[in-house]
T-cell receptor, first 112, second 113 residues
Framework: DVKVTQSSRYLVKRTGEKVFLECVQDMDHENMFWYRQDPGLGLRLIYFSYDVKMKEKGDIPEGYSVSREKKERFSLILESASTNQTSMYLC???????????FGPGTRLLVL | AQSVSQHNHHVILSEAASLELGCNYSYGGTVNLFWYVQYPGQHLQLLLKYFSGDPLVKGIKGFEAEFIKSKFSFNLRKPSVQWSDTAEYFCAVENTGFQKLVFGTGTRLLVSP
Protein backbone atom coordinates (compact mmCIF):
# COMPACT_ATOMS: atom_id res chain seq x y z
CA ASP A 1 0.00 0.00 0.00
CA VAL A 2 1.15 3.50 -0.80
CA LYS A 3 1.76 5.50 2.32
CA VAL A 4 1.89 9.28 2.30
CA THR A 5 2.43 10.93 5.64
CA GLN A 6 2.30 14.55 6.69
CA SER A 7 4.16 15.86 9.67
CA SER A 8 1.23 17.48 11.46
CA ARG A 9 -2.53 17.02 11.43
CA TYR A 10 -3.18 20.41 13.03
CA LEU A 11 -1.04 23.51 13.19
CA VAL A 12 -1.64 26.96 14.64
CA LYS A 13 0.69 29.79 13.61
CA ARG A 14 0.77 33.55 13.88
CA THR A 15 0.75 36.00 11.02
CA GLY A 16 4.26 36.57 9.70
CA GLU A 17 5.67 33.28 10.94
CA LYS A 18 7.57 30.98 8.60
CA VAL A 19 5.77 27.67 8.33
CA PHE A 20 7.07 24.32 7.14
CA LEU A 21 4.75 21.51 6.12
CA GLU A 22 6.43 18.19 5.54
CA CYS A 23 5.30 15.29 3.39
CA VAL A 24 6.93 11.90 3.07
CA GLN A 25 6.10 8.97 0.79
CA ASP A 26 7.55 5.51 1.00
CA MET A 27 7.05 4.25 -2.56
CA ASP A 28 9.96 5.86 -4.40
CA HIS A 29 7.58 8.00 -6.44
CA GLU A 30 9.09 10.74 -8.54
CA ASN A 31 6.09 13.06 -8.69
CA MET A 32 4.73 14.77 -5.59
CA PHE A 33 2.15 17.50 -5.18
CA TRP A 34 0.88 20.08 -2.71
CA TYR A 35 -2.75 21.18 -2.75
CA ARG A 36 -4.88 23.33 -0.55
CA GLN A 37 -8.48 22.39 0.09
CA ASP A 38 -11.05 25.07 0.89
CA PRO A 39 -14.83 24.70 1.25
CA GLY A 40 -16.58 25.37 -2.02
CA LEU A 41 -13.30 25.59 -3.93
CA GLY A 42 -12.23 21.96 -3.97
CA LEU A 43 -8.54 21.18 -4.25
CA ARG A 44 -6.20 23.64 -5.89
CA LEU A 45 -2.65 22.81 -6.89
CA ILE A 46 0.03 24.93 -5.25
CA TYR A 47 3.26 23.31 -6.43
CA PHE A 48 4.44 19.99 -7.71
CA SER A 49 7.74 18.25 -8.19
CA TYR A 50 8.72 15.60 -10.71
CA ASP A 51 12.16 14.84 -9.34
CA VAL A 52 14.63 15.79 -6.64
CA LYS A 53 15.36 19.51 -6.72
CA MET A 54 12.81 19.98 -9.50
CA LYS A 55 9.66 21.97 -8.94
CA GLU A 56 6.87 23.52 -10.94
CA LYS A 57 4.30 26.13 -10.00
CA GLY A 58 0.74 25.01 -9.83
CA ASP A 59 -2.32 27.19 -10.07
CA ILE A 60 -1.90 29.17 -6.84
CA PRO A 61 1.81 29.38 -5.95
CA GLU A 62 1.79 32.92 -4.57
CA GLY A 63 2.96 33.08 -0.97
CA TYR A 64 4.38 29.55 -1.06
CA SER A 65 7.62 27.85 -1.91
CA VAL A 66 8.70 24.21 -1.89
CA SER A 67 11.74 22.10 -1.32
CA ARG A 68 12.58 18.63 -2.62
CA GLU A 69 16.04 17.66 -1.38
CA LYS A 70 15.29 13.94 -1.17
CA LYS A 71 13.02 11.86 -3.33
CA GLU A 72 10.77 10.77 -0.50
CA ARG A 73 10.25 14.20 1.04
CA PHE A 74 8.46 17.25 -0.33
CA SER A 75 8.15 20.32 1.85
CA LEU A 76 5.79 23.24 1.51
CA ILE A 77 7.00 26.54 2.94
CA LEU A 78 4.96 29.57 3.83
CA GLU A 79 7.59 32.29 3.98
CA SER A 80 5.40 34.69 5.95
CA ALA A 81 2.09 33.19 6.94
CA SER A 82 -1.05 35.24 6.42
CA THR A 83 -4.60 34.68 7.59
CA ASN A 84 -5.76 33.89 4.06
CA GLN A 85 -3.49 30.86 4.12
CA THR A 86 -5.65 29.25 6.78
CA SER A 87 -6.66 26.06 5.03
CA MET A 88 -6.33 22.30 4.77
CA TYR A 89 -3.11 21.32 3.00
CA LEU A 90 -2.92 18.00 1.20
CA CYS A 91 0.14 16.28 -0.12
CA UNK A 92 -0.04 13.65 -2.84
CA UNK A 93 2.32 11.25 -4.51
CA UNK A 94 1.89 9.85 -8.01
CA UNK A 95 2.10 6.18 -8.82
CA UNK A 96 3.07 6.43 -12.47
CA UNK A 97 2.29 2.79 -13.17
CA UNK A 98 -1.22 3.08 -11.78
CA UNK A 99 -1.41 6.69 -13.04
CA UNK A 100 -3.05 7.55 -9.75
CA UNK A 101 -2.28 10.09 -7.06
CA UNK A 102 -2.36 8.97 -3.44
CA PHE A 103 -3.03 11.50 -0.72
CA GLY A 104 -1.78 12.09 2.78
CA PRO A 105 -4.13 12.78 5.70
CA GLY A 106 -3.79 16.54 5.40
CA THR A 107 -2.60 19.33 7.67
CA ARG A 108 -5.19 21.76 8.92
CA LEU A 109 -3.40 25.09 9.33
CA LEU A 110 -4.84 28.00 11.24
CA VAL A 111 -3.05 31.34 10.91
CA LEU A 112 -4.01 33.85 13.59
CA ALA B 1 -7.05 25.49 -19.36
CA GLN B 2 -8.93 22.50 -18.11
CA SER B 3 -11.79 23.13 -15.70
CA VAL B 4 -14.09 20.72 -13.90
CA SER B 5 -17.67 21.43 -12.81
CA GLN B 6 -19.60 19.64 -10.14
CA HIS B 7 -23.02 21.18 -10.21
CA ASN B 8 -24.37 19.66 -7.00
CA HIS B 9 -22.67 21.21 -4.01
CA HIS B 10 -24.83 19.55 -1.37
CA VAL B 11 -26.96 16.46 -1.74
CA ILE B 12 -29.17 14.97 0.95
CA LEU B 13 -30.61 11.49 0.47
CA SER B 14 -32.32 8.86 2.52
CA GLU B 15 -30.81 5.42 2.79
CA ALA B 16 -31.60 3.17 -0.16
CA ALA B 17 -32.13 6.12 -2.49
CA SER B 18 -30.24 6.18 -5.76
CA LEU B 19 -27.39 8.60 -6.26
CA GLU B 20 -26.07 10.41 -9.29
CA LEU B 21 -23.45 13.14 -8.98
CA GLY B 22 -22.63 15.18 -12.02
CA CYS B 23 -19.16 16.00 -13.31
CA ASN B 24 -18.34 17.90 -16.48
CA TYR B 25 -14.98 19.01 -17.81
CA SER B 26 -14.04 21.58 -20.38
CA TYR B 27 -11.06 20.37 -22.40
CA GLY B 28 -11.86 17.99 -25.21
CA GLY B 29 -8.57 16.19 -25.64
CA THR B 30 -7.64 12.81 -24.27
CA VAL B 31 -8.30 12.72 -20.56
CA ASN B 32 -8.03 10.46 -17.57
CA LEU B 33 -10.94 10.76 -15.15
CA PHE B 34 -11.17 10.13 -11.43
CA TRP B 35 -13.59 10.20 -8.56
CA TYR B 36 -12.14 10.62 -5.09
CA VAL B 37 -14.01 10.43 -1.80
CA GLN B 38 -13.24 11.99 1.55
CA TYR B 39 -15.08 10.47 4.50
CA PRO B 40 -15.38 12.65 7.62
CA GLY B 41 -12.00 12.92 9.31
CA GLN B 42 -10.29 10.72 6.76
CA HIS B 43 -7.91 11.36 3.91
CA LEU B 44 -8.87 11.58 0.27
CA GLN B 45 -9.04 8.18 -1.36
CA LEU B 46 -9.64 6.91 -4.86
CA LEU B 47 -13.14 5.67 -5.61
CA LEU B 48 -12.70 4.83 -9.27
CA LYS B 49 -10.91 5.92 -12.42
CA TYR B 50 -11.27 5.80 -16.17
CA PHE B 51 -8.44 5.81 -18.67
CA SER B 52 -9.80 4.02 -21.73
CA GLY B 53 -11.98 1.14 -22.84
CA ASP B 54 -15.43 0.42 -21.46
CA PRO B 55 -16.91 3.81 -20.58
CA LEU B 56 -18.77 2.32 -17.63
CA VAL B 57 -16.33 1.80 -14.81
CA LYS B 58 -16.94 0.18 -11.48
CA GLY B 59 -15.24 1.25 -8.30
CA ILE B 60 -15.20 0.35 -4.66
CA LYS B 61 -18.27 0.14 -2.40
CA GLY B 62 -20.74 -0.32 -5.24
CA PHE B 63 -20.01 2.95 -7.03
CA GLU B 64 -19.81 3.24 -10.78
CA ALA B 65 -19.28 6.06 -13.25
CA GLU B 66 -20.00 6.52 -16.91
CA PHE B 67 -17.80 8.45 -19.30
CA ILE B 68 -19.76 10.15 -22.05
CA LYS B 69 -17.23 11.75 -24.35
CA SER B 70 -19.75 13.72 -26.39
CA LYS B 71 -21.03 15.39 -23.22
CA PHE B 72 -17.63 15.81 -21.54
CA SER B 73 -19.16 14.12 -18.55
CA PHE B 74 -18.17 11.51 -15.98
CA ASN B 75 -21.11 11.12 -13.63
CA LEU B 76 -20.91 9.03 -10.50
CA ARG B 77 -23.74 6.67 -9.59
CA LYS B 78 -24.79 4.27 -6.90
CA PRO B 79 -28.11 2.42 -7.02
CA SER B 80 -28.72 2.39 -3.27
CA VAL B 81 -26.82 4.60 -0.85
CA GLN B 82 -26.00 3.79 2.74
CA TRP B 83 -25.49 6.02 5.75
CA SER B 84 -21.77 5.21 5.53
CA ASP B 85 -21.62 6.91 2.11
CA THR B 86 -21.88 10.28 3.83
CA ALA B 87 -18.77 12.03 2.56
CA GLU B 88 -17.46 14.65 0.17
CA TYR B 89 -16.95 13.51 -3.40
CA PHE B 90 -14.50 15.06 -5.83
CA CYS B 91 -14.27 14.62 -9.55
CA ALA B 92 -10.82 15.13 -11.07
CA VAL B 93 -9.51 15.24 -14.61
CA GLU B 94 -6.02 14.81 -15.99
CA ASN B 95 -5.10 15.80 -19.50
CA THR B 96 -3.35 12.59 -20.46
CA GLY B 97 0.39 12.82 -20.02
CA PHE B 98 0.40 15.99 -17.98
CA GLN B 99 0.28 14.18 -14.62
CA LYS B 100 -1.58 17.08 -13.04
CA LEU B 101 -5.08 16.73 -11.72
CA VAL B 102 -7.72 19.42 -11.95
CA PHE B 103 -10.40 18.98 -9.31
CA GLY B 104 -13.99 19.99 -9.17
CA THR B 105 -15.30 21.91 -6.18
CA GLY B 106 -16.70 18.80 -4.55
CA THR B 107 -20.15 17.55 -3.56
CA ARG B 108 -21.08 16.97 0.05
CA LEU B 109 -23.39 14.00 0.37
CA LEU B 110 -25.41 13.45 3.51
CA VAL B 111 -27.29 10.18 3.79
CA SER B 112 -29.88 10.10 6.52
CA PRO B 113 -30.65 6.75 8.14
Amino acid sequence: DVKVTQSSRYLVKRTGEKVFLECVQDMDHENMFWYRQDPGLGLRLIYFSYDVKMKEKGDIPEGYSVSREKKERFSLILESASTNQTSMYLCASLDRIQETQYFGPGTRLLVL
Amino acid sequence: AQSVSQHNHHVILSEAASLELGCNYSYGGTVNLFWYVQYPGQHLQLLLKYFSGDPLVKGIKGFEAEFIKSKFSFNLRKPSVQWSDTAEYFCAVENTGFQKLVFGTGTRLLVSP
